[in-house]
Structures are given as C-alpha cells and as structure tokens.
C-alpha cells in the first residue's frame, strides 16, 4: 500500500502527466457541470385603487442543478471571462393569506402556488489568479421561469389566475476555482439574483380590480467542476 501510495504521488508531479507544477493558465473555453441549493424569496402587496389590502412572501427553496460554459482570457494575474449557464430546480411553495379587514369589504382569501422549474444567467467574471487558485467576482443578467397559480377568494366567488412568466434578473456573485490538472478544475460560487417589481392585475367580484406588486430574489450556492479545452 505505501509503495502504491509513493507511485501514484510521482506520477503527479512527472512532467506530462496532466498535473500542475507551477501557476495556471486560464485562458481558454471551458464547459461543465454543477450542482447546489437556491432559496428565493417571493413577496407581494395587494391594493385596491390604491388603498393597500394584504401583504406577504413566502420561501421557494430546492436544488439547483445544470451546466455552464465559458471563456477565460488571463493578462499576468488578472483573469477576464464570460460565462452562461441553465439551470433546473425544484424550487417551489404554496401559502395561503386572509384579509379581514374594512379594506377587504366581505373579506378575501388568497392562496398561492408558485415554482421555479428553470433559470439561466450570463455573467462577466473577472478576479485574479494565485497559483492554482482563481477568486473571481461575476455580475450581469439573468432569466428563467416562474409558475404562479394566484386564488382570490370572497363569499361571493373567487377568481383563479395561472401565469408562466419568464422574469428578468440582475445577478452578482462570487466564487474560488481551484485547477486540479491542466484542463479540470472545480469551484464554489454564491450568486444574487433579483428581478425587481413587477405588476399584475386581477378583478374579483365584491371586491373589484385588485394590483399585485410582486418582487422575487434568489440566493444559489453551488458547486462545479470544468474541463479547460
């Protein structure tokens, strides 16, 4: 066992073998794969003309996994890159909310059903390079999907509306990659993203035409593996 030990340990550090014996080269196009956690967190107030009538947010969490690619060009230390990735996840949640107050004249029930089957970004990153290490930060745009079945319910009916929307985000992030041989690496990475609000409208008989102001934000961690070409 120790002899094997000592042998595999020569062959990477023998010139040729794929492993790395000094700092790193990153330029190159890369795809690969990861896998993590998300949490996002989708929030809303409901008003009708104006007047404001109830409130809430609720947690879609899950896995998060998919693929990424994306090119590096290194300059000494520095490192500048473009990257995309698609995402799926098993993001999803279901509340329900009761107003009671004057505002809601006969009342109101609301239930929510929501999910996030898939998402997908394309970022800058930039960072600096330390001996087989890469700390990098990233920012720039993401997109995906948004499942949403919204219940208005007062003593005299309710209304039901299903929405697939396909939101936009800003995204900012951050990460470490470390190359384990020539062409693999593997990193760690959080990433924000935030879509900002959004308006939708409903009309619900006994109460009238209700606005939705929604937000969602997202937080994803994951883990990743690449092959440098």
């Given at each position: 066992m120790r002899s094997t030990m000592i042998?595999?340990?020569?062959?990477?550090?023998?010139?040729?073998?794929?492993?790395?014996?000094?700092d790193h080269d990153w330029t190159g196009f890369y795809v690969g794969g990861n896998i993590g956690y998300g949490k996002a967190r989708a929030s809303a107030d409901y008003a009708v003309l104006g007047v404001p009538l109830l409130s809430g947010s609720e947690d879609l969490s899950g896995a998060v996994y998919g693929a990424q690619a994306g090119y590096n060009f290194q300059r000494g230390k520095f490192v500048l890159?473009?990257?995309?990735?698609?995402?799926?996840?098993?993001?999803?949640?279901?509340?329900?909310?009761?107003c009671a107050t004057l505002a809601?004249?006969?009342?109101?029930?609301?239930?929510?059903?929501?999910?996030?089957?898939?998402?997908?970004?394309?970022?800058?990153r930039g960072g600096i390079a330390v001996d087989r290490f890469l700390i990098y930060g990233t920012g720039g745009i993401?997109?995906?999907?948004?499942?949403?079945?919204?219940?208005?319910?007062?003593?005299?009916?309710s209304v039901t509306d299903q929405a697939s929307d396909q939101r936009p985000a800003w995204v900012v992030g951050a990460g470490v990659e470390a190359a384990l041989t020539a062409h693999w690496s593997v990193k760690g990475e959080y990433l924000y993203l935030d879509t900002g609000t959004f308006n939708t409208t409903y009309s619900l008989l006994g109460i009238g035409l209700i606005t939705q102001q929604a937000r969602m934000t997202e937080n994803i961690v994951r883990l990743g593996v690449n092959y440098r070409f």
């Open positions: 042998l595999a340990a020569s062959l990477l550090i023998m010139p040729g073998s794929g492993a790395l014996a000094g890159g473009i990257e995309t990735d698609i995402q799926a996840t098993s993001q999803k949640a279901s509340t329900t909310r009761v809601c004249g006969v009342g109101v029930t609301q239930t929510s059903e929501d999910s996030i089957p898939w998402l997908g970004t394309l970022r800058l993401g997109y995906g999907a948004f499942k949403s079945t919204q219940t208005l319910t007062t003593i005299l009916g």
